[in-house]
């Protein structure tokens, strides 16, 4: 599929950052390798804090998690190694180092008053919100950063630095930093508002006929009428 998009001319010429044109799709990128390092570092935190009992090092490997995903895609966009596998094994790593460490922390502070905001993230985290990070694969897009190309509004609320940073971990963070089950309640709740109304945005968009290699040509073939 990446063949015959980068073996198209038109699609070579697009120039937009983001799209699929003349990319080479391939596994072992040094992106790819810090996304491996950063997921078995938080799976080591992770198992050292069940092992030992300590919140510390469950933050540690929220902290491994978030430090990492920051740094894999970093790396992507400033070497120009993005690539949709990528993307996609992002996604799957981040999920589980996420479920992990809510659900440890659940396991060793039982209470009802837990449940509630970890059900509400988890929900949104890895139903909702992986949904949406994987639509940009409707498009000829590398990833969802250069959703923007697609829908302005939902790349915005989405995947923005100042989006990111505040839908990914900050949920997670403030719970455990400050123990507070109300304050994390409520961030669950904005947070899952907010990815229900970009789902159905998402569920609204023409869906192209094929993928171009182009994801501005993606848009417009599937606007115009056949
Ligand atoms: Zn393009």
């Given at each position: 599929m990446s063949v015959s998009a980068a073996a198209s001319p038109g699609a070579l010429r697009c120039g937009h950052r983001g799209c699929t044109a003349a990319f080479a799709e391939q596994w072992s990128t040094w992106p790819n390798f810090v996304t491996a390092v950063r997921t078995m570092a938080t799976l080591v935190a992770w198992a050292v804090a069940v092992t030992t009992g300590s919140d510390a090092w469950l933050l540690a490997a929220l902290l491994c998690y978030w430090v990492g995903d920051i740094a894999d895609g970093l790396l992507a966009r400033l070497?120009?190694?993005?690539?949709?596998?990528?993307?996609?094994?992002?996604?799957?790593?981040?999920?589980?180092?996420?479920?992990?460490?809510?659900?440890?922390?659940?396991?060793?502070?039982?209470?009802?008053?837990?449940?509630l905001p970890a059900a509400v993230f988890l929900a949104q985290f890895v139903v909702l919100d992986a949904y949406?990070?994987?639509?940009?694969?409707?498009?000829?897009?590398?990833?969802?950063?250069?959703?923007?190309?697609?829908?302005?509004?939902?790349?915005?609320?989405n995947w923005s630095p100042p989006a990111k940073a505040t839908n990914t971990g900050a949920v997670?963070?403030?719970?455990?930093?400050?123990?507070?089950?109300?304050?994390?309640?409520?961030?669950?709740?904005?947070?899952?508002?907010?990815?229900?109304?970009?789902?159905?945005?998402?569920?609204?968009?023409?869906?192209?006929?094929?993928?171009?290699?182009?994801?501005?040509?993606?848009?417009?073939?599937?606007?115009?009428?056949?």
């Open positions: 070497t120009g190694r993005e690539t949709r596998t990528g993307a996609v094994l992002d996604v799957l790593a981040d999920r589980l180092s996420v479920c992990l460490v809510v659900v440890s922390y659940v396991s060793t502070h039982p209470s009802a008053s837990a449940a949406l990070t994987l639509a940009f694969a409707r498009w000829s897009l590398l990833s969802p950063n250069y959703f923007g190309l697609v829908d302005a509004t939902v790349y915005r609320l997670v963070l403030v719970w455990l930093v400050t123990g507070s089950t109300l304050v994390a309640t409520v961030l669950a709740a904005v947070v899952l508002g907010v990815k229900s109304y970009s789902a159905l945005r998402i569920a609204r968009l023409p869906v192209p006929p094929g993928l171009s290699g182009c994801a501005v040509l993606d848009v417009r073939s599937a606007m115009s009428p056949r």
